[in-house]
Structure formats: C-alpha cells, structure tokens
C-alpha cells in the first residue's frame, strides 16, 4: 500500500475512467456527525435503529424529528476543502478528456452545493419526500418541513414531539403521509441509481473511496469490484477500514486535507471552486 503522491498522479495521467465514493466522512469537518463516530448517536439511538422502515412505521414522529434534526444542522452547512476538492477533480477530468463519476452515500447535498454536477446519491436526500401513499417525490427544502417539528429534535431531550400524524409533513397532492426520500436499511437502492453505479464502475480504471467505514451494502462491494476487474483503489480515511487491505493507495488523514494535496489540488483552485 503506498500513500506517494506522485505515484498517485502517475495512475491519474493514464486513468480513462476515474469514479469517486463517498461517506459520512467527507462531511465531518463540515460539521455533520458521521454514523459511526462519535455523533453518530441522536439522543440515545444509534442513527442506523432510526433510518429504517420499521422504525418509520412505528413512530413517524421520532423518525421525522430526527430527520429535522439533520436538516437544520445541514442546512447550517458548508462544503469543505474535500467537497470542493471533489468538485475540481471533475471539472479536471473533463478537461483531460476522462469520464468521471461522482457517487455519494451522504443525503446532506454538500457536494452540489461545492459544484459537483451529476451527483448520483446513492442513499437518497435529505431535501426531498416522497408520498407514502401516492408515492409523489418532491424537493422540500423549507425549515421547518412543517410547523409541528420547530423546535424539535433536540438530539439531548427525552421527551419525545409525540406529534399526531395529521401534523406530520404531508403530501400536496393527496395529503398522505410524507417520508424523507431516503434509502433506509433492509431498502433497495432506486432502479436509475443502481444504473447509473453499475455503468460507473463498468471499466472504472480508478476508484477513490472517501470517508467510508466501508461497511454499508451494495456500496461497501464497489471497492473490492474495481480491483477484481483490474482497477486500483485509493482510499481517503482517518482510519483503516475492512477495504483499506483492497487499495493500492492510503491517504490516511482528514479528507479536507488529503485529497487536494494527493491531487495536486491548490489553494487557488480550491477557491476558485468557491468561487462558482
Ligand atoms: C440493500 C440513508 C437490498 C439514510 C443509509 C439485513 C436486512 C436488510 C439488509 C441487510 C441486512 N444485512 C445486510 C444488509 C444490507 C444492508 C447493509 O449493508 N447493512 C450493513 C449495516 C451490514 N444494506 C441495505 O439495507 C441497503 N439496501 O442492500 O438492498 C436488500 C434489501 C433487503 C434485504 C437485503 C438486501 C441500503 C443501505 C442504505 C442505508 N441507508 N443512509 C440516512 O442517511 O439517514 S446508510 C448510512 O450509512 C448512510 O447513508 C451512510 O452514508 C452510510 C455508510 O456510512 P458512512 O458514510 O461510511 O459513514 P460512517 O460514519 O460509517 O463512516 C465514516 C467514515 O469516515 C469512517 O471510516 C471515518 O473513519 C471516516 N472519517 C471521519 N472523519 C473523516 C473521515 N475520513 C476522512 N476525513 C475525515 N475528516
Ligand atoms: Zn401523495
């Protein structure tokens, strides 16, 4: 495993097709708890008991509250150095002529907001519902979603909003209950994702996985899918990961400040990206 950074842009200049992952983790130093560090937990629940359909079924209400919760923390956001890092390597490989493809497990829309286009969300969004009865998906960025959740989803209270679910966000069209378009566990992936990821990884000569703890599926499989076809892995972490054994590459460290430095990836250009 080698973390040369001139071997790194080596493999880059002969890359045809260049596909990026990414996790929790490259939104951390924005500010956005990760899954499965320390945050990861909203009051005393571990985020993957609440992003189920059961748990949703259940208590919409908790459900919903948790998810405001993220909203107003991400709606507080901005993308860092990795996301814009992210969004230059784009527009780079557009420039050398290489096909590149951004695929993110996060909800929180940070890369489009750092310029990356085409964004293939894996996992869904936090900015869009779907009706649980018509089935209607639609963008909602407004805060709250609706006036029962203000001021709710304190991730350090025990008193739950109990909200009834008539107050709960609901559907333009039929008024049925709406739910965050979401892929939550024990989901399938939506069809065009799965499309557009399969199409992406077919003859991906380079995989970046960032901030991953490489453990969530079908996504977790994409890793050790490139180098069985012949690709090589470069992984961007904090820490070692099930697939970091997989990859060619280990840029262990922040990703703010990892990725611009393995892809020679400027102060200038960084702001430049801002700046769009
Ligand atoms: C599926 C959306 C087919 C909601 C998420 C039993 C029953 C049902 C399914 C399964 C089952 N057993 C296994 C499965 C499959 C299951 C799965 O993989 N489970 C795991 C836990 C074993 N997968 C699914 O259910 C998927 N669907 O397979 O459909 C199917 C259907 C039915 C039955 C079988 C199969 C759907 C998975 C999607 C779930 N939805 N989120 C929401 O976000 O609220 S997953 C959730 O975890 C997030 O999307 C998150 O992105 C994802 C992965 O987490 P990470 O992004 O990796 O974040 P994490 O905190 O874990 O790690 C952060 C990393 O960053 C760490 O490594 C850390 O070191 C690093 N880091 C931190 N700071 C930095 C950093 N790195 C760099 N710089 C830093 N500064
Ligand atoms: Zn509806």
Known sequence: MSDSVEEFSSVFQHAKKVVVLTGAGISAESGIPTFRGEGGLWRDFDATELATPGAFAANPSLVWEFYHYRRTIVAGASPNAGHYAVAAL?????????????????????????????????????????????????????????????????????????????????????????????????????????????????????????????????????????????????????????ISYNCRFKFQGPSSVKLPTALGIGEDELAEMKET
């Open 90 to 242: 784009q527009r780079r490989c557009r420039r050398l002529g290489k096909d590149f493809i951004l695929l993110t497990q996060n909800i929180d829309g940070l890369h489009a907001k750092a310029g990356s286009t085409d964004v293939v969300e894996l996992h869904g969004s936090l900015w869009e519902t779907r009706c649980c009865h018509c089935k209607a998906v639609e963008a909602n960025r407004n805060m709250p979603i609706c006036p029962a959740l203000d001021g709710k989803g304190a991730p350090d209270t025990v008193h739950e909003a109990n909200i009834p679910s008539m107050q709960l966000p609901r559907c333009n069209k039929c008024n049925g209950l709406l739910r965050p378009r979401v892929i939550w566990f024990g989901e399938c992936l939506e069809r065009d994702v799965l499309r557009r990821t399969d199409d992406a990884l077919q003859g991906c000569d380079l995989l970046l996985v960032v901030g991953t703890s490489a453990v969530v599926y079908p996504a977790a499989g994409y890793a050790p899918l490139v180098k069985s076809q012949g690709g090589v892995v470069a992984e961007f972490n904090t820490e070692d990961t099930p």
